[in-house]
């Protein structure tokens, strides 16, 4: 279906959340470290409940390793520095969805390298950001919505 990437994340809950969510959608989940936790930490586990098994995990240790196994992909980065607003794209299965870090973000010559491609989710501007894996959930769902919830139930 989608791919979600992300970069460097830091906290295991958000990742085991968005690993359900994955799951759910049949979305891939791919981790680029190094990761702010282990992948066999109590909470990344808890988080993901039982859906383990029903999602497609792979890490990396670059995100040019990324990259290079799926050099023709189309690449979306998502972040509060976004040009445009995530609605106004029309998805493809197949394509990558980029998240940074809870505490970071993406980096900013990513960003640079990719204009054309960086969205952002609109918020009220004393917000600094979203939760990851709220923000994850919505450019997910607006995917497949486009998409017609093809596969889904």
């Known amino acids: 279906m989608f791919n979600v990437v992300l970069y460097e994340?830091?906290?295991?809950?958000?990742?085991?959340?968005i690993s359900r969510l994955c799951a759910a959608t049949g979305c891939n989940l791919h981790l680029i470290g190094p990761l702010g936790f282990s992948l066999q930490d109590r909470h990344l586990k808890r988080a993901g409940l039982d859906y383990w098994?029903?999602?497609?995990?792979?890490?990396?240790?670059?995100y040019q390793e990324l990259r290079e196994k799926y050099p023709e992909a189309t690449y979306y980065y998502i972040?509060?520095?976004?040009?445009?607003?995530y609605t106004s794209v029309d998805f493809k299965k197949g394509d990558f969805f980029v998240f940074g870090s809870e505490t970071r973000g993406l980096p900013p010559e990513l960003l640079e390298e990719n204009q054309n491609f960086?969205?952002?989710i609109p918020m009220v501007p004393a917000a600094r950001c979203l939760n990851l894996s709220?923000?994850?959930?919505?450019v997910v769902y607006e995917a497949l919505r486009k998409q017609k919830f093809s596969g889904l139930s």
């Open 9 to 17: 994340p830091d906290i295991p809950q958000n990742t085991g959340n």
């Open 53 to 62: 098994d029903l999602v497609d995990v792979s890490c990396y240790d670059s």
């Open 79 to 85: 972040s509060t520095k976004g040009k445009y607003n």
């Open 118 to 120: 960086c969205l952002r």
């Open 134 to 138: 709220n923000a994850v959930a919505i």
